[in-house]
């Protein structure tokens, strides 16, 4: 472990921003949940209609999970107890790979262990960063949902709950930077393996929902997500499940360091095969390039937004009936107003997705960055390639692929809602295109200020929060989302769309002409 310190240090330093972000972002989700279900279902009969209505629609069990018990803190931490701590086992294990296999091939690594550093080290202060960020999530969430009134057993239950997730994949994530050559691999071998466990869950859950016992399937204990789930926070309050998660934690940490420990810097277990000795024809210009670098990326988006937007589109049957009057409203708030419920709900849904897309559009837009900061920029540019194609095109394949992720997600939805959504899908590029035009400026401007993108982004979803938590409008009139229409049935290029898309163009030009007046590296 010698050199531990000063690496943890180091890893701290390198998160100083995103990660108290992130964490405000989970504390006030969970504590929004109850304070807005307090106004939805002030009434004892209201939990019962609604816990069963819940229950009666497959795709909300397949999203969110069954409501096991009609009590407040279950139908208020529904969408908190699989879907939300999912994200943040999916922020914990991006995160060891970050300071693991990315810096790797960044030739950080390389660099940190020509000094007096065991070979473990890095690894380990990923995973202590990445694990206590875990459990301080949950310690605030459990105080912070004591302090609303719901049961304080229940509440450090959930908050438990939360932490052996985030924990449980920090390990997955450090395993997969280890057998996976690449940090691409590692994160794509990382999403397939979360994306199999919820799967795995909902399969599970479907099928308990035909169980007079409402009991878990086979299924459901194939998945850590199933075993976490099985905590049960608010309704039966079990903790015999986490030893599970802490097990499989300890025997995926001990697996991992004992391979990082012996494996070749750089290398990978898994094989990867050569490849061409010549490029193909489509890979001998900038744009080609980009799409082949991110292709795989964009395809798993795609095919993620068409489920989501099944699932999505699934749920609207069930909205009228879960609709409490405190529910109508907050989903008419979310939804851009009107008096259609279910045109409503969809606006919400879109909003959404749309701020879910603007996390891949950012990331596209700010690639380059990891380009000039990792010196392949540098030997790119040394060639006959203009700057202004090898950043312009990043940015073009950003707003074209969000733009077919978005119109994915309408699809899906479609196909289960029986009537043409693909357009009011698309009404929320304008504010995802805005996102990435940030992105995009703050690349061009510097690599080392493409932190304020997702600082921006951030502060739509707290705005969205704000609007749940019944703050002063003006709050929530900030975000790009709030000046979008996403509803059927509605006009989507609007002035304010309008204005959004303009203000992208001009960031966007802004941003190439920026990266051609300045030093690169």
Same mark, same amino acid.
């Given at each position: 472990?010698?050199?531990?310190?000063?690496?943890?240090?180091?890893?701290?330093?390198?998160?100083?921003?995103?990660?108290?972000?992130?964490?405000?972002i989970?504390?006030?989700?969970?504590v929004?949940? $109850?304070?807005? !279900?307090?106004?939805? +279902?002030?009434?004892? /009969?209201?939990?019962?209609?609604?816990?069963?209505?819940?229950?009666?629609?497959?795709?909300?069990?397949?999203?969110?999970?069954?409501?096991?018990?009609?009590?407040?803190?279950?139908?208020?931490?529904?969408?908190?107890?699989?879907?939300?701590?999912?994200?943040?086992?999916?922020?914990?294990?991006l995160?060891?790979?970050?300071?693991?296999?990315?810096?790797e091939?960044?030739?950080?690594?390389?660099?940190?262990g !020509?000094?007096?550093?065991?070979?473990?080290?890095?690894?380990?202060?990923?995973?202590?960063?990445?694990?206590?960020?875990?459990?301080?999530?949950?310690?605030?969430?459990?105080?912070?949902?004591t302090?609303?009134?719901?049961?304080? $057993?229940?509440a450090?239950?959930?908050?438990?709950?939360w932490? =052996?997730?985030?924990?449980?994949?920090?390990?997955?994530?450090l395993?997969?930077?280890?057998?996976?050559?690449?940090?691409?691999?590692?994160?794509?071998l990382?999403?397939?393996?979360?994306?199999?466990s919820?799967?795995?869950?909902?399969?599970?859950?479907?099928q308990?929902?035909?169980?007079?016992?409402?009991?878990?399937?086979?299924w459901?204990?194939?998945?850590?997500?199933?075993? @976490?789930?099985?905590?049960?926070?608010?309704?039966?309050?079990?903790?015999?499940?986490? #030893?599970?998660?802490?097990?499989?934690?300890?025997?995926?940490?001990?697996?991992? =360091?004992?391979?990082?420990?012996? &494996?070749?810097?750089?290398?990978? #277990?898994?094989?990867?095969g050569?490849?061409?000795?010549?490029?193909?024809?489509?890979? &001998?210009?900038?744009?080609?390039?980009?799409?082949?670098?991110?292709?795989?990326?964009?395809g !798993?988006?795609?095919?993620?937004?068409?489920?989501?937007?099944?699932?999505?589109?699934?749920?609207?049957?069930?909205i009228?009936?879960?609709?409490?009057?405190g529910? @109508?409203?907050?989903?008419?708030?979310?939804?851009?107003?009107?008096?259609?419920?279910? /045109?409503?709900?969809?606006? *919400?849904?879109?909003?959404?997705?749309?701020?879910?897309?603007?996390?891949?559009?950012?990331? %596209?837009?700010?690639?380059?960055?990891?380009?000039?900061?990792?010196?392949?920029?540098? +030997?790119?540019?040394?060639?006959?390639?203009?700057?202004?194609?090898?950043?312009?095109?990043?940015?073009?394949?950003?707003?074209?692929?969000?733009?077919?992720?978005?119109?994915?997600?309408?699809?899906?939805?479609?196909?289960?809602?029986?009537?043409?959504? $693909? %357009?009011?899908?698309?009404?929320?590029?304008?504010?995802?295109? =805005?996102?990435?035009?940030?992105?995009?400026?703050?690349?061009? %401007?510097?690599?080392?200020?493409?932190?304020?993108?997702?600082?921006?982004?951030?502060?739509?979803?707290?705005?969205?929060?704000?609007?749940?938590?019944? =703050?002063?409008?003006?709050?929530s009139?900030?975000?790009?989302?709030?000046?979008?229409?996403?509803?059927?049935?509605?006009?989507?290029l609007?002035?304010?769309?309008?204005?959004?898309?303009?203000?992208?163009?001009?960031?966007?030009?802004?941003?190439?002409? *920026?990266?051609?007046?300045?030093?690169?590296?």
């Amino acid at each position: 472990m010698k050199g531990l310190a000063p690496t943890l240090r180091l890893v701290l330093r390198r998160d100083r921003i995103q990660a108290p972000v992130w964490f405000y972002i989970f504390v006030a989700m969970a504590v929004s949940a $109850v304070v807005s !279900a307090k106004g939805l +279902y002030p009434h004892a /009969d209201q939990l019962v209609s609604a816990a069963a209505a819940a229950d009666r629609n497959a795709s909300l069990v397949a999203l969110f999970g069954p409501v096991y018990q009609p009590t407040l803190g279950a139908l208020a931490m529904v969408k908190m107890i699989v879907l939300i701590p999912a994200c943040l086992g999916l922020l914990t294990g991006l995160l060891v790979v970050r300071h693991t296999r990315a810096d790797e091939d960044s030739g950080r690594r390389e660099m940190l262990g !020509a000094a007096a550093i065991d070979r473990i080290a890095a690894p380990v202060a990923a995973l202590i960063e990445s694990v206590g960020l875990s459990l301080l999530i949950g310690a605030v969430v459990g105080v912070g949902l004591t302090v609303t009134g719901l049961p304080a $057993v229940g509440a450090a239950t959930f908050a438990a709950e939360w932490a =052996l997730v985030g924990s449980f994949f920090a390990t997955v994530g450090l395993l997969c930077a280890q057998l996976a050559e690449g940090a691409q691999g590692a994160r794509g071998l990382f999403a397939l393996v979360l994306g199999v466990s919820y799967v795995l869950r909902a399969l599970g859950d479907i099928q308990g929902l035909h169980r007079v016992t409402r009991e878990p399937t086979a299924w459901t204990w194939l998945s850590p997500l199933g075993w @976490a789930q099985q905590m049960r926070p608010f309704a039966g309050d079990r903790w015999w499940p986490a #030893l599970l998660l802490v097990a499989g934690a300890a025997i995926l940490a001990a697996g991992s =360091l004992r391979i990082a420990a012996r &494996r070749d810097l750089g290398a990978g #277990l898994i094989p990867v095969g050569r490849g061409r000795p010549a490029a193909a024809a489509g890979l &001998r210009s900038a744009p080609a390039l980009a799409w082949r670098l991110h292709r795989t990326q964009v395809g !798993a988006w795609v095919v993620g937004f068409l489920a989501c937007g099944v699932a999505f589109g699934g749920m609207a049957s069930a909205i009228t009936g879960l609709a409490s009057p405190g529910t @109508a409203d907050l989903v008419s708030r979310l939804g851009g107003g009107g008096t259609d419920l279910v /045109d409503a709900f969809y606006g *919400a849904i879109f909003s959404i997705m749309g701020m879910i897309a603007a996390v891949l559009a950012i990331s %596209l837009t700010i690639a380059p960055a990891g380009e000039e900061t990792s010196g392949r920029a540098e +030997y790119l540019l040394a060639g006959p390639v203009r700057r202004t194609s090898w950043f312009g095109s990043q940015s073009v394949l950003a707003l074209l692929a969000s733009a077919v992720v978005v119109a994915a997600g309408g699809v899906g939805a479609s196909l289960v809602a029986d009537r043409d959504l $693909v %357009l009011p899908a698309l009404g929320v590029l304008p504010a995802v295109w =805005l996102l990435a035009a940030v992105g995009a400026l703050a690349a061009g %401007l510097s690599a080392r200020v493409t932190t304020v993108a997702w600082v921006a982004l951030a502060l739509c979803v707290l705005m969205l929060v704000a609007d749940v938590l019944r =703050l002063p409008s003006w709050v929530s009139r900030l975000s790009p989302f709030s000046h979008i229409t996403a509803q059927p049935g509605q006009t989507l290029l609007t002035g304010a769309a309008t204005a959004m898309v303009i203000a992208t163009v001009v960031a966007m030009g802004l941003a190439v002409v *920026a990266v051609t007046r300045r030093d690169v590296g």
